[in-house]
């Protein structure tokens, strides 16, 4: 995939891991996010209600 990253500064560091490559853009699966988002949600209301219970 062709990076979208337009300006790059030498010098200026965009994160501390000194092993990534901080000019990447990283692409997801959007669905998957959603699917995973919406489990979390699903597992923390379910923990609060056992937690309201005791």
């Given at each position: ?24 853009h ?7 996010m ?21």
């Amino acid at each position: 995939m062709h990076s979208t990253m337009r300006y790059r500064k030498a010098g200026v560091t965009m994160c501390s891991d000194n092993e990534s490559d901080k000019f990447s853009h990283y692409c997801v699966d959007g669905e998957m996010m959603a699917i995973m988002k919406n489990t979390l949600a699903l597992v923390a209301s379910l923990a609060q209600n056992l937690y309201r219970q005791q």
